[in-house]
């Protein structure tokens, strides 16, 4: 019998990377940071035109301390005209710089914090309907005090911190209070990964 959709739902839950041919491929607009690309793609024997964000992926970084709590920035965002509480995060635009290097050194430049223990805690699509962004977020323990040269400008340089218990973010972000993605995803998946002292979360490697 031929596969069906209904039969592969019953495997083992996972995205199915999958590329079909691109016909043709333009920028239709370059930006300071991302750009916008129209793409062509022969699709189930037909064409579909899409116009899509061109993005160099990020990482962000929940650091836990020994108490259970975790930092938090807040952060003037101005396409949504909001303060909004976030983890430490930045884009992978540093060539030849591995995810974990960059999320250490966001860690460092944004919160002053280095840490010893570092796992992958969750990685996911922000936009898949028009944006090619990934994110990985890294949880980081055993947290301690750096130094570095970095100067915070623009948005950056009145950013609050904020220790805040991880249960309090939960609530925060079960309650609508916060509604920052990668905060939200962040929180809750450590509050799962937490239940087994996140003896599952993958290395940061």
């Known amino acids: 019998m031929p596969d069906t959709g209904e039969e592969r739902s019953r495997a083992e839950l996972a995205d199915e990377s999958f590329s079909p041919p691109v016909t043709s491929s333009e920028l239709v607009f370059e930006g300071r940071v991302w750009d916008v690309r129209r793409e062509s793609v022969d699709y189930n024997g037909g064409e579909i035109v899409r116009d899509f964000v061109d993005h160099t992926g990020a990482v962000g970084v929940l650091a836990m301390d020994d108490d259970g709590r975790v930092m938090l920035i807040r952060q003037y965002r101005h396409p949504v005209r909001t303060r909004d509480w976030e983890i430490p995060a930045g884009l992978l635009d540093v060539a030849g710089e591995s995810k974990l290097a960059a999320a250490q050194r966001e860690l460092a430049e944004e919160v002053d914090l280095g840490a010893r223990t570092w796992n992958v805690l969750a990685e996911f699509f922000t936009s898949p ?4 962004e990934v ?21 950056e340089a009145d950013m ?14 079960l309650a609508g209070r916060i509604r920052n993605a990668p905060l939200i995803i962040a929180a809750l998946a450590a509050r799962a990964a937490g239940e087994d002292g996140f003896a599952h979360l993958a290395p940061a490697s």
């Open 129 to 132: 309907g028009g944006s090619s």
């Open 135 to 155: 994110i990985r977020v890294f949880l980081a323990r055993d947290v301690h005090p750096v130094t570095h040269d970095f100067t915070r400008e623009g948005e």
């Open 160 to 173: 609050e911190k904020r220790w805040v218990p991880l249960d309090e973010v939960v609530d925060a972000a």
